[in-house]
């Protein structure tokens, strides 16, 4: 399976973006979808996720302000970002076929998984 991300960009503070995620094999098997983020030098951090019959779920950071959704027929999945804040600015991977380890957040294990190269987001003050 090959994930790809797009929809990435640079936009000012409080702006909006909308990142996308396509696989490349028919996975309906696939139960949980989600997003996570990295900057250089800090730790890797879940953003959302999303399990099949389940809520999604969101890390603090990004509530109320970050959308998950997916769509099985077309294996494609989106993040809906709204009013950005510089600290949104990172690398941000979908990661497909994931295992989250709590339920009520998207933290997942990076054993499991697949996920592609990742789209930049830059948010300038």
């Known amino acids: 399976v090959h994930v790809v991300e797009s929809g990435g960009g640079s936009v000012q503070s409080g702006g909006s973006l909308r990142l996308s995620c396509q696989v490349s094999?028919?996975?309906?098997?696939?139960?949980?979808m989600g997003w996570f983020r990295e900057v250089p030098g800090k730790e890797r951090e879940g953003v959302a996720s999303?399990?099949?019959?389940?809520?999604?779920s969101y890390a603090d950071s990004v509530k109320g302000r970050f959308t998950i959704s997916r769509d099985h027929s077309r294996d494609t999945g989106s993040l809906q970002m709204n009013s950005l804040r510089p600290e949104d600015t990172a690398r941000y991977y979908c990661?497909?076929?994931?295992?989250?380890?709590?339920?009520?957040?998207?933290?997942?294990?990076?054993?499991?998984?697949?996920w592609g190269q990742g789209t930049q987001v830059t948010v300038s003050s």
């Open positions: 990661i497909w076929s994931c295992i989250t380890t709590n339920q009520y957040r998207p933290s997942f294990d990076w054993d499991f998984g697949t």
């Open positions: 094999e028919y996975t309906r098997d696939s139960i949980c």
């Open positions: 999303i399990i099949d019959g389940g809520t999604p």
